[in-house]
């Protein structure tokens, strides 16, 4: 089963002062002040909210793998990510990135994941990676979590030179108004990312290799020597 290394990791943050109570507010939350990638930062996904759901602060993992030596649709694919928190417990999605150029982050990925590629930004342009991960049940904490991607991911690891995957939690997958909660809370999930300097815990992408398709010969022909069957059967029509 051949790992691949992250060509990117990174954290995007982006915050709003907006109601994100709302659909709305969700959905234009990474406009209004910008974005900040950032190298080291160990935390996945963030939500905030204060006592009046004012404030709302994002932040999504955006991960990026060289696929360009696979040419078939592996038979599986795995997205091996090392968790420190997960506190309080709530749910993940991997969804396909699209970022403005491959191997970096620049501000205009603040949303690339509904980014069809032109630059024309819509909630139905956004395409799940995987099924839900509910870290109540399926995640544990120092050690690796293990995510598997569906065939839409495994077909785009064959097509593409590269694959981007962004993990993020549902607020932003599900466009959701977070909860009112009568007071301050943060949600976060603590991934480490490759330039943890332990080394073991970077973030890993496993693919099975496709099996080769069988070949069936529609003719023997022996040129010289001999032909022997040990046992069974030998049928020619």
Same mark, same amino acid.
Request: negative net charge.
């Given at each position: 089963m051949p790992d691949l290394a992250p060509t990117i990791d990174k954290k995007i943050t982006t915050a709003v002062v907006t109601n994100v109570s709302t659909t709305a507010g969700i959905e234009v939350a990474t406009e209004a002040s910008g974005i900040s990638a950032v190298d080291t930062g160990t935390e996945t996904t963030m939500t905030c909210v204060n006592s009046s759901n004012f404030i709302g602060q994002f932040a999504v993992v955006a991960l990026e793998f060289d696929t360009s /030596? =696979?040419?078939? *649709?592996? @038979?599986?694919?795995?997205?091996?990510?090392?968790?420190?928190? @997960?506190?309080?417990? &709530?749910?993940?999605?991997? *969804?396909? !990135? $699209?970022?403005?150029?491959? !191997?970096?982050?620049?501000?205009? %990925?603040?949303?690339? +994941?509904? $980014? %069809?590629?032109? !630059? $024309? &930004?819509?909630?139905?342009?956004?395409?799940?990676?995987?099924?839900?991960? /509910?870290?109540?049940?399926? +995640?544990?904490?120092?050690?690796? $979590?293990?995510?598997?991607?569906?065939?839409?991911?495994?077909? /785009? #690891?064959?097509?593409? /030179?590269? =694959?981007?995957? *962004?993990? #993020?939690?549902h607020f932003r997958h599900d466009v959701v108004g977070m909860p009112s909660t009568g007071g301050s809370v943060t949600y976060q999930t603590k991934i480490y990312m490759s330039e943890d300097t332990d080394g073991g815990r970077d973030p890993v992408l496993s693919y099975t290799e496709a099996a080769a398709a069988a070949i069936t010969p529609s003719r023997l022909t022996l040129s010289s020597g001999k032909l022997k069957v040990l046992g069974g059967k030998l049928l020619i029509k």
């Open positions: /030596d =696979i040419s078939s *649709v592996p @038979a599986t694919a795995t997205l091996k990510l090392f968790s420190s928190t @997960a506190s309080p417990e &709530y749910d993940l999605y991997l *969804v396909k !990135g $699209n970022f403005a150029t491959d !191997g970096a982050i620049v501000a205009a %990925d603040a949303r690339n +994941w509904v $980014n %069809d590629g032109s !630059g $024309n &930004y819509d909630i139905s342009n956004k395409v799940t990676y995987s099924s839900k991960i /509910d870290t109540s049940e399926v +995640w544990s904490n120092s050690e690796y $979590n293990e995510i598997s991607l569906n065939a839409t991911a495994r077909t /785009d #690891m064959a097509n593409d /030179d590269v =694959i981007q995957i *962004v993990v #993020m939690d």
